[in-house]
Nanobody
Framework: QVQLVESGGGLVQAGGSLRLSCSAS????????MGWFRHAPGKEREFVAA????????SYADSVKGRFTISRDNAKDTLYLRMNSLKPEDTAVYYC??????????????????WGQGTQVTVSS
């Protein structure tokens, strides 16, 4: 059974930074691509970033490109999202999710099969 647990969210001022972590259990972390999504009130859950199984390829939503960096440490079964230059519109619950294959990095939420419980990120203006 795969379990994903996010951490690192919090309250930060606009322009600040946060690093989210996603700890995975189940011994299969390194075999799959992983993604970060977010869900803001009144909006649909949206794709933020994804990374291939080995970390060599990444994909970002246009809204975060140049500000966010996704990375992973397969030795620690952990996924990260470094968020810089945060804006109030980045406020959301952030989720990590496991992709269906080692290389899938698409934006479709229904393609990802395991999800964490989410961590709240609030950016004040």
């Amino acid at each position: 059974q795969v379990q994903l647990v996010e951490s690192g969210g919090g309250l930060v001022q606009a322009g600040g930074s946060l690093r989210l972590s996603c700890s995975a259990s189940g011994r299969t972390f390194s075999r799959y691509a992983m993604g970060w999504f977010r869900h803001a009130p009144g909006k649909e859950r949206e794709f933020v970033a994804a990374i291939s199984w080995g970390g060599g390829r990444t994909s970002y939503a246009d809204s975060v490109k140049g500000r966010f960096t996704i990375s992973r440490d397969n030795a620690k079964d952990t996924l990260y999202l470094r968020m810089n230059s945060l804006k109030p519109e980045d406020t959301a619950v952030y989720y990590c999710a496991r992709a269906p294959t080692s290389t899938y990095m698409g934006p479709r939420t229904d393609e990802y099969d395991y999800w964490g419980q989410g961590t709240q990120v609030t950016v004040s203006s």
